[in-house]
């Protein structure tokens, strides 16, 4: 029991004292010898068939044949970044510029500045009580008249109630667009997300539970009448569903788009990485378990409840912190956990009503009470799959060891 572990020093390291994991925590490797397989293996087939290799290759091909798998079917597309994914998603279902659009009150600027660069006007919804996500009962809170688009995100590894969200908006004609930026794998009621909403987007930038590489993205959709529209958006406008297309004659391309393509090297990495998700998930759904259960006896912090029917892809472990039962605030408890060696990122910053440059192109006085509130109210855990008994015990010890030193007595 991580709980009954001594240590050398009771003095909090912040104070001086040892901190509880003196050696590094495990570094990550997502990118190891296979993907570096898989990068060389472009280079071969490029040699071999003498041909530099770009994008839209094979290597895309298997990889998104592989993803839709994983998803249970459909369609996708790899692209540069999940920015990139979310401005192909809304262009695709070319949404009238001027709708509003109910945007998520936790995510990435770039899980919402794309709505704004196409013309839409963003409402946030507020999430749900105890939670970083968007509920149904905030996204029809956030409806106007106007409202002909949603995009929602699954964030930190906990899905959203998607099945709700999408009944109330399918009621009223209104486009759904899933984030699963934070959330690859994850299931609502057994159903992979993704596949709830008309599109949804995954950013697969290096430090996502799957990555293609630094940066990349893919747009995703269960509807094979969105596919060829995907492809031009994401190619600058090119006819690329017509086989008599001449690649060298700009005359041919349907409207002016951007340059999104993803290209092949990130592709193949994501060839191997996306092998290896399930199992990825997997552990890192018992470390969650491994921390909840030695946890379970601490006074002052509480993992997040997670909803019935939801399996998660854990992305990071969020603790709420029952500041009644210390001495300090939550960010001095955070930070003196930090100090013992722990990951912690005590301040999450993506509350999207709070950015200046956001708030700009939102209605006057939006706020998102349930999430700032959560957020002022927890702190992340950061931790990766190679955790192993030894972090978890760490992690605990340093939580047990920092609230019995603020105790209130
Ligand atoms: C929830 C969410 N949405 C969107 C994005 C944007 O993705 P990218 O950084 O690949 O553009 C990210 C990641 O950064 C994210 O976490």
Redesign the pocket.
Known sequence: MPTLRRHRSTRLAIDGGTPVRRTPLPYRRLFGKNELKMVSRVFQDSWRKKTDFGYQGVFEEAYTRGFCAFQGGGFADAVC??????YVCLRTLDIEPGSDIVV?PV?????VAPAVLVGLKPVVADAAPGSFNMGPAEFKAALTSNTKAVIV???GGIPTDAGSIVKIASSRGIKVIE?C??SHGALVGGRRIGTFGDMA?F???F??NHATGG???VVYTRHARYRDRIRSIADRGKPLAYSDFDLKNPNEYLFPSLNLNQDELSCAIGISTLSRLPSMIARRRRIVEALDRALRPALSVRPLTVPKGMSPSPFFYTLTVDTESISVSKTEFAEALAAEGIGVNHDYR?IVAEWPWFRRYLPAGTATPNATALRASSFNVLFNERFGRGEVDDIAAAIFKVSAAFARS
């Open positions: 970044s999940g920015t990139a994914a979310l998520p995510t990435d600027p770039g899980g995100a699954h964030i984030d930026s934070q987007f950013s697969t930038m430090s996502k940066c990349g993205g993506n």
